[in-house]
C-alpha cells in the first residue's frame, strides 16, 4: 500500500523510579514520561513543516521498559492521563508499553503491551494484551475510514463508541464498562441487531443500543444512539438515512430509554439521481420527533461537527421546545447552521467569518440559550451527556432515577459552609441568615455558596445555560439531595460584573 505512510518513535526507558504524594500514590514516573515526550517531540518535528492536508495520521510510539511495571493500571492510566494533551496534532493511533508485569495466578513476570490507543481528541482507551508477535500489516478499510475522518477534524462513528463504552467513559468514575449492539434494517424495513465488524455501516447513520453498566444501574443504562458517519458524503441525509432515524425512535419508545445523537450531517443529499424528494422523508422525521417528544420521549444532542440544514431543525425540535427533556451538548469544533457560509456570501447574504460565528456556541447557540451546556471536546461532551444521566436517568418501568448512595449526613448544619464573595463579611452560611452578623437580610451573599452547602458535597453538580446572556444572576444546578436527584435554581444577591461588550457610557 504505496499511500500508507506512517511515523514510527521507537524507545527504550531503564529507569521506572516513581515520585509519590503525601499518602503514598504515584503522581509522576519522570523517566518514563521524559522518554514519552521526546517521542512526541520528535514526531512533532517531523510534522510541523507539513502542509496541514498532507500531515502523517496513524503515527505510533513503542517503548521498550526494562525494569518491572509494579504499578497499577489506574496509576498509569491517571498519569498518562496528564500527558495526553502533549500528543494533540501528532496523528497518534497507539502508544505501545512493551513491559514485564506479575501474572495475578501465578505470581510469576510475563511479557505484556499497556496499549494507549487514542480514540478522539485528547482521550484514550488502556488495554493490557500480549506483546504481538506478528509483522505489522497494512492500513485496512476500518483504520483508512478512521484517518480520513480525523483529516477531516471529525470524529468516526466507532472510535467514538470505544470511548463511550470504556470504563470511565467520559472521566466519569463510576461507569464501570459498557457494550454497544449495533441495528440495521431486517428484510421486513424494522430494526434488529446485526454481527458485522465495525465500519460496514450501509448508511450515513450508525444506529445502535449503547449501555453503561455503574453501581447504581448494575444491569445498564440503555439508550437508543444514532452517530452520524462523515466518510459518507459528510452525513449527508436521504431515504435509507431518514428510515434508520424513524425506526430508531420506534425502537426507543419501544424500549422506554432515552435516545442520545452524536449529530453531524451536511443536510439534505443533493444528487443527480437524488433530489427533492428527501425533503419529504426530512418531514417525516422532524412529525416523528415531535411526536416521540409530545408523549414524554427523550431526545439527547451532541453536536459532534459541523451541522447544516434539515439536522439542525430536528436538534431544535427535539432539545430546545417547552415540552422536551433532552439537553444539546456543543464543542468548539460544533456549529448548526440551516445555510453554509459559502452559500450565503455567493447569495448575497450576510454572513460571519465562518460557520461557527453563524451557528457556533460562542457568539449563538450559547448566548441564545439553545445550547444547555459546553465541553472542550467530543470526550468530554460524552462526559456531560453521562452526567446528565446520573441526575436524570430512570430505568424502563421506573418513574423517577434511582436514589444515590451519599455519605453525607443528613443532619449536617449547612450553616457551618463557608461562604465565598469578596469584599463581604460573612464568613459561613449562617452568617447570611443571623440576626447579628446581617441584620433584616439587607447583605449582599453568593447563592452559589449556599446552594453548595444545601446540595449533597459528595456528588457534583452540572450547570445548565451557564453562558446564556443577560441572565447571569440565575443559577440552574442538577444536584443530589439526600441521594436524591434534584434540580436546584437559585438567583444571585450580589452586584455582578457585566459580561460580553460593555458600552463606553454605560455601567460596569
Known amino acids: 500500500n504505496a499511500s500508507d505512510e506512517r511515523l514510527f518513535a521507537i524507545a527504550e526507558v531503564r529507569d521506572l523510579t516513581p515520585v509519590r504524594d503525601d499518602a503514598g500514590r504515584v503522581v509522576a514516573l519522570p ?19 507539513r502542509p496541514l492536508g498532507q500531515r502523517l495520521w496513524w503515527n505510533r510510539i513503542v517503548l521498550g521498559i526494562w525494569p518491572p511495571v509494579t504499578f497499577t493500571l489506574g496509576e498509569i492510566e491517571s498519569i498518562a492521563a496528564t500527558l495526553a494533551g502533549a500528543a494533540v496534532g501528532l496523528g497518534l493511533e497507539e502508544v505501545h508499553l512493551l513491559c514485564r508485569r506479575v501474572d495475578a495466578s501465578s ?17 484514550f482507551v488502556l488495554e493490557e494484551t500480549e506483546q504481538p508477535a506478528a509483522p505489522l500489516v497494512p492500513l485496512d478499510e476500518y483504520s483508512r475510514k478512521v484517518v480520513q475522518s480525523r483529516r477531516r477534524g471529525t470524529t468516526y ?42 465500519g460496514c455501516n450501509l448508511a450515513s447513520i450508525v444506529v445502535g ?18 452517530l452520524g458517519d462523515p466518510t459518507r458524503a459528510l452525513g449527508a441525509l436521504a431515504e435509507p438515512e431518514c428510515v434508520r432515524i424513524m425506526a430508531a425512535i420506534d425502537l426507543a419508545e419501544q424500549m ?21 424528494e428527501n425533503m419529504d422523508w426530512i418531514a417525516d422525521v422532524l412529525r416523528r420527533i415531535i411526536e416521540f417528544t409530545q408523549q414524554g ?28 427533556k433532552g439537553i444539546l451538548v456543543m464543542t468548539p469544533a460544533s456549529a448548526m447552521v440551516l445555510t453554509g457560509k ?41 462526559g456531560v451527556l453521562l452526567a446528565h444521566y446520573a441526575h436524570s436517568y430512570s430505568a424502563p418501568g421506573e418513574r423517577f432515577p434511582r436514589r444515590a448512595l451519599t455519605g453525607d449526613p443528613f443532619d449536617r448544619d449547612v450553616r457551618t459552609s463557608r461562604h465565598h464573595l469578596e469584599g463581604s463579611d460573612l464568613t459561613t452560611v449562617g452568617d447570611i441568615f443571623s440576626e447579628t452578623t446581617n441584620p433584616e437580610r439587607k447583605k449582599p451573599f453568593d447563592i452559589r455558596s449556599v446552594m453548595r452547602a444545601v446540595l449533597d458535597l459528595d456528588h457534583p453538580t452540572a450547570e445548565r ?3 446564556l446572556a443577560e441572565s447571569d444572576t440565575a443559577v440552574v444546578w442538577d444536584g443530589h439531595l439526600g441521594g436524591i436527584p434534584v434540580c436546584a435554581i437559585g438567583i444571585e444577591a450580589h452586584a455582578l460584573a457585566r459580561q460580553g461588550r460593555l458600552p463606553a457610557d454605560g455601567p460596569d
Open 465 to 467: 445555560w451557564a453562558d
Open 107 to 123: 505470581g510469576q513476570l510475563r511479557d505484556v503491551a499497556l496499549r494507549f490507543t487514542t480514540t478522539t481528541g485528547t482521550s
Open 297 to 324: 420521549g427523550e431526545i439527547n444532542v451532541v453536536v459532534t461537527g459541523i451541522n447544516v440544514g434539515a439536522q439542525p431543525y430536528w436538534n431544535a425540535e427535539a432539545t430546545m421546545l417547552m415540552h422536551t
Open 157 to 198: 462513528p466507532y472510535e467514538l463508541l470505544r470511548g463511550l463504552v470504556a470504563p470511565r467513559a467520559g472521566g466519569r468514575d463510576e461507569i464501570t464498562g459498557g457494550s454497544f449492539t449495533e441495528y440495521d434494517l431486517d428484510d421486513a424495513g424494522c430494526l434488529a441487531p446485526v454481527q458485522r465488524p465495525p
Open 342 to 382: 459559502q452559500a450565503l456570501d455567493f447569495s448575497g447574504g450576510v454572513s460571519a467569518e465562518d460557520n461557527h460565528g453563524i451557528g457556533g456556541y460562542e457568539r449563538v447557540m450559547g448566548p441564545n440559550g439553545q445550547a444547555q451546556y459546553w465541553a472542550p471536546d467530543v470526550p468530554a461532551a460524552c
Open 256 to 276: 422506554g430509554v432515552p435516545l442520545e445523537w452524536y449529530a453531524l450531517s451536511a443536510g439534505a443529499k443533493i444528487a443527480m439521481d437524488s433530489g427533492t
Open 31 to 49: 523517566e518514563l514520561e521524559r522518554t514519552l515526550l521526546t517521542s512526541m517531540e520528535a514526531i512533532r518535528r517531523v510534522q510541523a513543516p
Open 209 to 226: 443500543v449503547v449501555t453503561n453498566t455503574t453501581d447504581r444501574y448494575p444491569e445498564g443504562m440503555s439508550r437508543v444512539a444514532l
